[in-house]
Each structure stands twice: as C-alpha cells, then as structure tokens.
C-alpha cells in the first residue's frame, strides 16, 4: 500500500495523471482505440485468416461464396483498422505536444511560486537542463504507454478472454502463463530502472565536476594546471563509462530475457493448445483459430516486449528529474491572508531567533527592535551579522526560527505574500534587468506609461546618467548594455513608480564607479523622502534616519 501511495506521490506520475484528468476524453477514447485495435488484429484477422485457409484447402469451387464473404468480412477489417489507426494518431499529434507543453509549465509554476514565497536563487542551467529533457523524455514515454506498453498487456487480457471462451482449460493455461511472464518481466524491468537512475546519477555528478571545472578556468590557467585538470576529467569520464556500460549491459539482458520469455510463452500456449487438441477437448477449427492467434500475438508480443524494455530505462533516466520536480516543490515559507494594512510603516522584531536549515549555529538570537512609524533604517554589522538575512526575513523569503516580525501590528506570518511583494519592495545586491528597452524595465510591473519613467529621472534628479543612453533601446542580456550605476537607478525607478509603503535596498552601490555612485545615493535620499527606506549599508554617509547596528545588539 505504502509503494502505490508512494507511486501516486511522485511527481512526475502527478504530471501524468494530472494531464489525463484534464483531457479525460481524448484519453479514454484513445484508450478504447487501443482496446478495440489489438483484439481485432490478433483475434479477428487470425481468425478470419484461419476460416480461410480451411475453406480453401475444402475447394474453391465448393465454398466459393463462403470464402467471398469471408474476404470482404477480412478486407473490411483491415479497413477498420485503418481507420482506428488514423484516428488514434490524431490524437496523437494532439495529445503528445499538448502534454509536452503541459509538462513545461508544471516544471516552470512551482520554479516560480517557490521563488515568490521562499526567495530560493533559481539555478538557471540546471532548470533549463530539466526544462529541456523532463518534457522530451516524458512525451516519449507517453508516446511508448499509447504504443506499446499499454496495446502489451491489452494483447495478453484479450488473448486470455478469447482462450477462456474457446475452453477454460486454454483460457486457464494463458492466465498463468502471462501472470508468471509479468512477475519475471517487473522484476527484470526493476533492474533496468535501477541501472538507469545510476548512470543518471553519475551523469549528473560527472556534469557537476566538468562544470566546475570550465567555471573556474581563469583560475586553472592562472595556476598552470591545465594538464593536471584534464587528466581529472578524463579519470571523471572513466568512471561515468563503466557506469554507462554497465546500464547498457543490463539494457541487453534485459532486452534478451524479455524476448526469450516471450518465445517461451508462445510456445507454452502452442503446446498446450495442440495437448488439448489431441485429446479432443477443443474442436479443430477452434484449435486451427487458437494456433493462428497464437502466431499473430507472437509478432506483436516479441516486438513489444522489446519496446517495453526501452521504455524502462527511460523511466529510470528520469531519476534526477524526479528528485528536482520533488525539491522545488518543498520546503516553502507558509503564505497568509491579511492584507491591506501597512500605512505607517512600524515594524518590531521581537524576540528574533534564526538558524539556516542543517546548521547549529544562530544567526540572530532573541533579537528584538523597534523601528518607529514613518522612520527610515539604516542596518549596519560587519560581514556575516546577518544583515541581508534579516532583511529577506522581512520580506518574506525565510521564516523566523522563533519569535517574530510585526509590520503595523501584523506578523508577516500572517501575511499574503502577493501583498508583501507589492507592499514592501525589495532590492538585492545582484540584480539584474530584462533584455527590453530601458524604459520597459522601469515601468515593468507599475502599470505606468514609459513617459512617466521620463518624468521620475528628473525629479530623482539623475536624469543626466542616462544622457547617452537612448531608453527606447534594449538594455541587453541581464541589463549588460547598462554599467552598475544605470541598472540600480533603473530599478530604484521602478521603485518609486511602483509606491510600495516600504523598500529594503541591500547594499544599493556595492560595486558601483564612484561618479555613479553618488547619483544613486542621490536617488535614495529623494526616495526617502516619500517611503520608509530600509537601507543595509557599510558607508557611513548613507545612513538614513534609525540606525540598527547588528554586531551591538546580536552580541
């Protein structure tokens, strides 16, 4: 029980029976087509086949209509099956890239609702990574279940129903083979899923180490250690090919046994069929349309359990891909309800407790501080105080170990965290812009036409930064066509733009040139004066209204 809930839990069976519960329809006529066509191939042409064959070798001359009817009965089968095919490869074509889609959007939600509640850096090479093979690997296994896992156990049920009806004995003998056939099978398929999450597990670390390696290449050839990192990545590459071989291995065996079990399994039924048979339990004609459904699911039955075995590395290469959908959907800050109410911007930490998670040591112990109404704060502390910790526990990124932060009375516990964001905004250190024009990066979000933005440059009085920059023009990849200096004023427009009852601004001219410098201290000083700023600096002629020096009260 605790295996099928477990099963019902994975996130990636979540995408699939999430995709089938909402187009139910299609899949339930698709699954019908599949019903209907392998039946009727297997049982219905076999048998018709057979009739054939009997009415011939009897004389043509003597069963001539007989064996017209007979043709135009076998023809328009095959045109039905045509037609069932068509049908279910529309479907197809419809299904398979909308739940491609689907799936896309079922990784990129959670990468975004996480981020909006617990502020977790998305890591963009291993989300495009994911985004790039989970929906491809997916669709080719929803692809693999239409086509040859889910017609594989169809055959082996409707088989077992047509030889139950020509006699139980037949029908009893299948049974028994196809269960003890799908016990060998899921234990082989296990071992194959198995090799499969390994080889993807020493895929991923042998990406991590490489990765490593080509990040920090000015420092490999700073230090003259080219040859020395080389040899590490191809000793990494020994490693992940035995691995490699070894799913490859077990992909073969696997592949071997399915097909032998198959062929066992045929001839277990021939056998049985032909026992019978002699000893006069099945008429002839009923044995000669046993033995030629027989021969017709051996060609469907090896070259499906083949497909099938494919289908379980797939399944297992999906190991990581598991493992990412499971963390970005944990681990998040629980969200509120209040809203509406912050209008003059108080805010006490009261008996403050942080520690990040797996660490022993406290950042902030029983903290506790009162920020008046209508005042900015400067928080000051040397590195690793926990200033930009505190300040993303303010917004909402992480939660309070124990007591709490109080905006106007309200624990932020408590709050919406769509309201949080537009009511107190947050600039970090690292920020980044949209390749848009410079004004679509301002007004982003505000509502505000472009020529606004125009209008606050000026009364922020920094409108002469900008006098070479045309702001029609796109700002580049991560804004990299604008310096330092240009980015923060962008967003400290956008700021003002947006009128958020409070902004936090982390270290807001870290790694500014000093002309710019004093244009976004400029900035700031005139935000000031309209919202309370939070303000986390090391200079002292930043400082704005209540001064919170963390190394006083944290110790």
């Known amino acids: 029980m605790n295996k099928i809930q477990e099963a019902i839990d994975n996130p990636i069976a979540k995408m699939f029976l999430g995709f089938w519960s909402q187009n139910r329809w299609s899949a339930l006529i698709s699954l019908f087509l599949t019903s209907l066509y392998y039946p009727l191939e297997i049982i219905g042409v076999s048998n018709l086949t057979s009739k054939l064959f009997i009415l011939l070798d009897d004389g043509i001359q003597k069963n001539l209509k007989a064996i017209s009817i007979t043709i135009i009965l076998l023809m328009a089968v095959y045109l039905l099956l045509e037609i069932v095919a068509v049908i279910k490869d529309y479907l197809d074509t419809a299904n398979i890239p909308k739940f491609e889609q689907y799936v896309r959007e079922e990784i990129i939600k959670p990468v975004i609702e996480k981020n909006l509640v617990n502020y977790d850096n998305v890591q963009t090479v291993q989300l495009i990574q994911n985004l790039g093979k989970i929906p491809r690997v997916l669709s080719d296994i929803f692809e693999r279940l239409n086509r040859y896992l889910i017609p594989f156990f169809i055959i082996a049920l409707s088989v077992s129903i047509y030889f139950s009806y020509l006699n139980w004995q037949l029908g009893l003998a299948s049974i028994l083979f196809f269960v003890i056939y799908f016990g060998i099978f899921r234990s082989i398929s296990h071992q194959q899923i198995e090799a499969s999450q390994t080889r993807e597990r020493a895929e991923g670390k042998f990406n991590d180490e490489v990765e490593d390696i080509i990040n920090n290449l000015f420092m490999v ?23 490699y071989k070894n799913e490859m291995q077990v992909s073969a065996k696997a592949k071997f046994y399915n097909g ?40 469907h039955f090896r070259s499906l359990a083949r497909r099938v075995s494919e289908t379980m590395i797939e399944i297992g290469s999906l190991a990581l891909g598991n493992e990412y959908l499971q963390a970005i959907k944990t681990g998040t ?123 606050v440059l000026e009364k922020l009085r920094v409108a002469k930064v900008f006098k070479n920059v045309d702001l029609h023009r796109n700002a580049g990849r991560f804004g990299d066509k604008l310096s330092g200096g240009q980015k923060q004023l962008v967003h400290l427009v956008r700021i003002y733009l947006s009128k958020p009852k409070i902004v936090i601004l982390d270290e807001p001219t870290t790694g500014i040139d000093v002309e710019h410098r004093k244009y976004v201290k400029r900035a700031i000083k005139e935000l000031a004066k309209e919202i309370n700023v939070i303000l986390v600096t090391h200079e002292k002629d930043m400082v704005l209204g209540e001064t919170l020096n963390l190394a006083e009260l944290t110790n």
């Open 333 to 455: 800050t629980p969200n509120g309800s209040k809203a509406n109410f912050i209008h003059n911007g108080e805010i006490v930490f009261q008996n403050l407790s942080f520690k990040y998670p797996g660490t022993k040591a406290t950042v902030f112990d029983h903290l506790n501080y009162v920020k008046p109404a209508g005042a900015c704060l400067t928080i000051v502390g040397p590195s690793g105080s926990g200033k930009s910790t505190l300040i993303k526990m303010l917004n909402g990124f992480y939660t309070p170990t124990s007591g709490g932060i109080y905006i106007d009375g309200v624990n932020i516990r408590d709050v919406d965290r769509l309201y949080l964001r537009q009511a107190v905004s947050y600039l970090p250190q690292n920020t980044r812009l949209f390749n848009r024009s410079v004004l679509e990066n301002m007004v982003y979000g505000t509502g505000h036409h472009p020529s606004e933005a125009v209008k």
């Open 260 to 299: 032998l079990l198959a062929l066992l399994a045929i001839a277990g039924l021939s056998f049985v069929t032909l026992r019978l048979s002699s000893q006069g339990a099945i008429p002839e004609k009923s044995a000669v349309a046993a033995f030629g459904t027989i021969i017709f699911m051996s060609r």
């Open 221 to 243: 050839t700073v230090a003259n250690n080219t040859e020395r990192e080389l040899g590490n990545i191809r000793g990494l590459t020994d490693i992940f090919n035995k691995v």
